[in-house]
């Protein structure tokens, strides 16, 4: 069985691979601020191998993971071949889902959130080092605590956590 320390990043590619490289930098700046165990680090996942291929690397990753982030930007909403088949192996894995939304919005946005990921228990927050740390740090016991009340739904943070971040 996989030890799962890390924390998988599922994006766009194409137009929001920046944000990724981002939260990186966030982790090597002061990494005791921002810090996640990359999932991204275990094996390479090239453009130029089958879809197949892909998909066993993305797996293995995942199988070592113990969250599951989703950067949402302009395009992830139609991304299918890939992103939504991310969203639905976290779902069948019972990760805990942070939803990061690259235009900042503290909740939900359902014209931009992928619809798999619109009305399943997930955390939604907007693209700042010290939410989404606050996020990773925590969203996994509720998860967990809501799960078992039967509770999947989306939520947001409320604005006392916001303060209390300074944001």
Same mark, same amino acid.
């Given at each position: 069985?996989?030890?799962?320390?890390?924390?998988?990043?599922?994006?766009?590619?194409?137009?929001?691979?920046?944000?990724?490289?981002?939260?990186?930098?966030? $982790?090597? $700046?002061?990494?005791?601020? #921002?810090? #996640?165990?990359?999932?991204?680090?275990?094996?390479?996942?090239?453009?130029?191998?089958?879809?197949?291929?892909?998909?066993?690397?993305?797996?293995?990753?995942?199988?070592?993971?113990? &969250?599951?982030?989703?950067? &949402?930007?302009?395009?992830?909403? #139609?991304?299918?071949?890939? &992103?939504?088949?991310?969203?639905?192996?976290?779902?069948?894995?019972?990760?805990?889902?942070? &939803?990061?939304?690259?235009?900042?919005?503290?909740?939900?946005? $359902?014209?931009?959130?992928?619809?798999?990921?619109?009305?399943?228990?997930?955390?939604?927050?907007?693209?700042?080092?010290?939410?989404?740390?606050?996020?990773?740090?925590?969203?996994?016991?509720?998860?967990?605590?809501?799960?078992?009340?039967?509770?999947?739904?989306?939520?947001?943070?409320?604005?006392?956590?916001?303060?209390?971040?300074?944001?």
């Amino acid at each position: 069985m996989a030890y799962r320390n890390k924390t998988y990043v599922a994006f766009d590619g194409d137009s929001d691979i920046r944000y990724y490289h981002l939260m990186k930098a966030w $982790r090597q $700046r002061d990494s005791s601020l #921002f810090n #996640f165990h990359d999932a991204h680090d275990i094996n390479n996942a090239l453009d130029t191998s089958t879809e197949e291929t892909i998909k066993r690397r993305l797996r293995e990753r995942m199988m070592n993971s113990k &969250v599951f982030v989703l950067l &949402v930007g302009e395009k992830t909403r #139609f991304l299918y071949r890939f &992103v939504r088949w991310e969203i639905e192996l976290a779902i069948k894995k019972d990760l805990p889902i942070i &939803v990061v939304n690259l235009n900042n919005k503290r909740t939900i946005d $359902r014209s931009l959130c992928p619809a798999i990921a619109r009305d399943t228990l997930a955390i939604h927050v907007p693209f700042s080092s010290k939410i989404v740390q606050y996020a990773l740090e925590n969203w996994s016991k509720s998860h967990y605590t809501y799960k078992s009340e039967g509770k999947n739904v989306p939520y947001s943070y409320n604005d006392s956590v916001y303060k209390s971040l300074g944001m």
